[in-house]
């Protein structure tokens, strides 16, 4: 399609427009600079105009999100989602159903019926990362990749154990490009496979796991390490240890420290800014955090934030899993997958009136509002966790309206909230510059994605047009336009088209002798055939590294 925007108020922080009026023109599904005068226009008069937005961190494909879906049979009964009305007939629309954890289809309508073209599945266990690329392919309209789990993976753990650090990092990248991931994924460093041989106390950095020199902090380093050293667009993605447990912010910042030069992702933060009192209660260490990630422009962090209502915990960090089961009496499940990593989830369910929820809430917002550069600290509710990615309208205007923010704050329960700064009265209210920023710039510049997240020439043409009103929860939640790679899906509100998105991945180079010590451990101990096992093509061509590889 060839088409022209005209007259939006257009917000592009990656170009430095803050706010201001001008035409977007699109050709090839592309930015361009120019259109004929006959092209298709679209009058964007008074209406906010910004590129299509970028979720970093999400739970959408793979064999864990369909254990999700199987655990809540009543919300997929209570959301069934017809086919939706597309212009043309083109055997794409497909129905579905919706919840916490909605099917594949409804899953890219959805996205892109909020303005967004890009998602990252951030935990795919190995073995399992075919399921992945076809649960990608059966989701629409958006553009996808995955992070691969590493990190409590059997064969990693022995190259670390017997001092072959550099086959390790040779493993990773032969792991990278085998499985079509984008890019490299920590949970829980070590404390997984300690959990699963029966440890059920907090994993610190100096925690031995199995041998005493194989510690979390040595497979942090080997890791950030590995995707610095092969030059991926995006650092390690870094889920930290001790997730959701009182005092666990000193375990935040000293994994930080770990790996202090160098890049390295943090994700869902908010549920490692936990600080203790003295007699081991839960009080906010937000402000501890965002002080570290405020002073070292290396770390980037997404948010997580907490949203009240239903919700579904799930995560490679079985240890975390297994409390929440215990702490709740809600049902479960847990998976050990092949010697590489685990799988936990529990349905649940943030209320305002429980004084944990509401912490947890407050924290996050702690961290946006306390976070002094944008660029660095983004939007996520590490979906489905924290809550649906259908929250992310309600916590953007939780973001710019201080005084909305407020009445909200005054619903929730105070039991916790001694000495935080959110109650103390923060006062600050993101711009729609920063909006632009923390959910469409600046996850593209923190995946390296140098085509996504703006509107300068050159870029994908993915745009997303909101008509703005006095509520911007109503605003985001429903853009008057989306285009995705130069096609129209959603007009005048209405989902239209559902092209196919394409696969986000990397092909990183590694060492062929790794390959020989791999198929042994293969032949021994797993049950995937080595020969099965690695995946061949990725439809698209593999996105570009950073550089050579050092």
């Avoid at 990593?341 to 509002?369: D, N």
């Avoid at 995937?528 to 061509?541: K, L, M, P, Q, S």
Wanted: net charge negative.
């Amino acid at each position: 399609m060839t088409l022209k925007i005209s007259g939006g108020t257009v917000y592009d922080p990656a170009n430095g427009i803050d706010g201001e009026v001008r035409d977007i023109c699109i050709d090839g599904g592309r930015i361009v600079a120019a259109v004929p005068a006959d092209a298709r226009r679209i009058d964007a008069d008074g209406m906010i105009v910004m590129p299509g937005g970028v979720d970093i961190h999400s739970h959408v494909a793979g064999s864990s999100v369909n254990l999700a879906r199987r655990l809540t049979p009543d919300e997929h009964q209570n959301d069934p989602c017809a086919a939706p009305p597309f212009l043309a007939d083109d055997g794409r629309g497909r129905s579905g159903s919706g919840g916490t954890v909605p099917s594949t289809f409804t899953t890219g309508y959805r996205y892109a019926g909020l303005g967004y073209t890009t998602v990252f599945d951030a935990a795919v266990a190995p073995a399992l990362a075919r399921l992945s690329h076809a649960e990608l392919e059966d989701t629409p309209i958006v553009d996808a990749g995955f992070f691969v789990l590493l990190g409590n993976d059997e064969f990693l753990l022995r190259q670390l154990a017997a001092g072959e650090t550099a086959r390790a990092r040779e493993y990773a990248a032969w792991m990278v490009a085998s499985t079509g991931a984008y890019g490299i994924k920590l949970v829980n460093p070590g404390g997984v496979e300690l959990w699963k041989r029966g440890a059920r106390e907090r994993t610190e950095l100096e925690t031995p796991i199995g041998s005493s020199g194989v510690t979390p902090r040595l497979i942090l380093e080997t890791l950030v390490g590995a995707a610095e050293s092969l030059q991926l667009p995006h650092a390690a993605h870094i889920h930290c240890n001790n997730l959701g447990v009182p005092g666990n912010v000193r375990t935040t910042v000293e994994s930080m420290e770990a790996v202090a030069g160098r890049r390295a992702h943090f994700t869902h933060l908010q549920f490692h800014s936990y600080d203790a009192t003295d007699k081991g209660g839960w009080r906010s260490g937000a402000q501890t955090l965002i002080e570290y990630v405020n002073a070292h422009p290396e770390v980037t962090a997404d948010v997580g934030q907490v949203m009240f209502g239903p919700a579904m915990t799930l995560t490679a960090d079985g240890p975390v899993e297994y409390l929440l089961h215990q702490s709740s009496g809600r049902k479960w499940v847990n998976v050990d997958i092949e010697l590489e990593t685990g799988c936990g989830m529990v349905p649940y369910s943030f209320k305002e009136r429980a004084a944990v929820a509401a912490l947890q809430w407050v924290v996050g917002l702690e961290l946006f509002l306390l976070a002094s550069d944008p660029w660095r600290v983004l939007l996520s509710t590490d979906h489905p966790n924290g809550g649906s990615f259908l929250a992310y309208p309600e916590l953007i205007r939780l973001l710019m309206d201080r005084t909305y923010r407020d009445e909200q704050l005054r619903r929730v329960n105070t039991a916790l909230l001694a000495g935080s700064a959110l109650a103390d009265g923060l006062s600050r209210e993101y711009t729609l510059n920063e909006i632009a920023i923390i959910t469409r710039a600046g996850p593209a510049r923190v995946l390296g994605l140098r085509h996504k997240g703006h509107l300068g020439v050159g870029a994908d043409a993915d745009v997303t047009v909101y008509a703005r009103g006095e509520d911007m929860a109503a605003t985001f939640a429903t853009p008057r336009y989306v285009v995705k790679s130069g096609e129209l899906v959603v007009e005048e509100g209405q989902l239209r088209l559902a092209p196919a998105g394409r696969r986000l991945h990397v092909r990183p180079e590694y060492d062929t002798a790794v390959v020989p010590h791999v198929r042994e451990y293969f032949e021994r101990y797993s049950s995937v055939a080595f020969r099965n096992y690695g995946i061949d093509t990725v439809r698209d061509e593999p996105q570009a590294l950073r550089g050579v590889r050092r």
